[in-house]
């Protein structure tokens, strides 16, 4: 691993009475021996819990197993303080999150921990001979990485708001008005459609339900999901849009994430047996919709309008804000009006 004590101003300044430290951990063992402060300090963060959890960052080289890891550490007297995650492909001479794996990386800290954020972005860009480009891809406008490379700009008197770069439009959910006003808000023939379709499937007999991890076994999950996955997308699944084998990486996470609720699912139960799946993974304030699948005879019964349907009216109950449909590339996401966000990337040069 390398160590250092960060030269750049901007990363020396004092923070909290006592300035941070930098390390690079490039082995897996080493990253896996901070698992517990890394999710520790992910409770403090604006991160999503499952897909910035160090379990989610653990399992990457199950389907990405050419990449080499790269974590930033920053630590204020031996405490950490911050995560960059990274990983290298050195095939491109690059650091970053990688494509089409994860969406909403981030830079894990505290969120008024700007000495932190602005800290391990700067260590970050001072680069090595193994990379020469930082590409951040699917972050959000309003995540760490964002602000401290906003921050970072400001420090140097460039006033200019940064622009993330390659938009992709979400569709997020705002339900901080509750679940009967979000009710209220979606168009009434849709609204009257689903109520349809929740009597025909009350009146025969199925059942729409959250599992938890003492009803259904952690390690049973993964073959259910890829069963109902594949019987609804067959084999236009994009699941192997990063891996043609991802059956091992499901294996391995599934269980690890469904088993601290890190991961939420939602089932729809048809004569005794899970017949569709819907997975949620934990955000700050709400849930990001991930995957899912069902049974052909059940598909009259319009099994992911119910499912979206259940996390909304869970996540009401719990009072979280929002329900993160993502990418708006579909055209049935219009019916649930709404709010589109955009993801992007930001690139940096790292070559003196």
Not at 321 to 341: A, C, L, M, S
């Amino acid at each position: 691993m390398l160590s250092a004590r960060c030269p750049n101003a901007t990363a020396q300044v004092l923070s909290r009475n006592s300035a941070l430290d930098y390390i690079v951990l490039r082995n897996i063992q080493d990253i896996a021996s901070i698992s517990m402060e890394w999710d520790g300090l992910l409770a403090q963060s604006r991160c999503n819990r499952a897909f910035s959890c160090s379990k989610w960052y653990l399992a990457t080289p199950y389907v990405l197993p050419d990449l080499k890891p790269f974590v930033v550490v920053a630590r204020r007297q031996g405490v950490l303080a911050g995560i960059f995650p990274l990983w290298l492909d050195t095939n491109r001479k690059e650091a970053g999150f990688p494509d089409d794996y994860s969406d909403h990386p981030d830079i894990i800290a505290a969120d008024d921990d700007w000495e932190t954020i602005t800290g391990v972005l700067s260590f970050a860009l001072q680069g090595t001979s193994e990379y020469s480009r930082i590409s951040l891809k699917h972050i959000k406008p309003d995540s760490n990485c964002t602000r401290g490379a906003q921050e970072l700009r400001w420090r140097l008197d460039k006033e200019e708001k940064l622009a993330l770069q390659n938009l992709l439009p979400y569709a997020v959910l705002d339900l901080r008005c509750g679940y009967n006003e979000y009710l209220k808000g979606l168009g009434r023939k849709f609204r009257l459609n689903l109520n349809r379709m929740r009597s025909k499937a009350q009146r025969e007999g199925l059942t729409v339900c959250e599992l938890r991890p003492e009803a259904l076994s952690p390690e049973s999950l993964p073959e259910l999901f890829l069963s109902l996955h594949e019987s609804r997308f067959e084999k236009g699944t994009s699941l192997k849009s990063v891996c043609a084998s991802p059956q091992a990486w499901i294996h391995h996470i599934f269980p690890a994430l469904f088993a601290v609720r890190r991961m939420r699912v939602f089932a729809l139960l048809h004569k005794g047996r899970i017949a569709a799946i819907d997975l949620g993974m934990v955000a700050q304030s709400g849930m990001y919709a991930w995957n899912g699948g069902f049974l052909p005879e059940i598909a009259c019964y319009d099994p992911g309008k119910l499912l979206i349907h259940k996390a909304i009216e869970q996540c009401c109950s719990e009072g979280l804000t929002e329900y993160d449909i993502g990418w708006f590339g579909q055209p049935y996401k219009v019916h649930w009006n709404p709010t589109i966000r955009y993801i992007g990337e930001l690139v940096f040069d790292t070559r003196s």
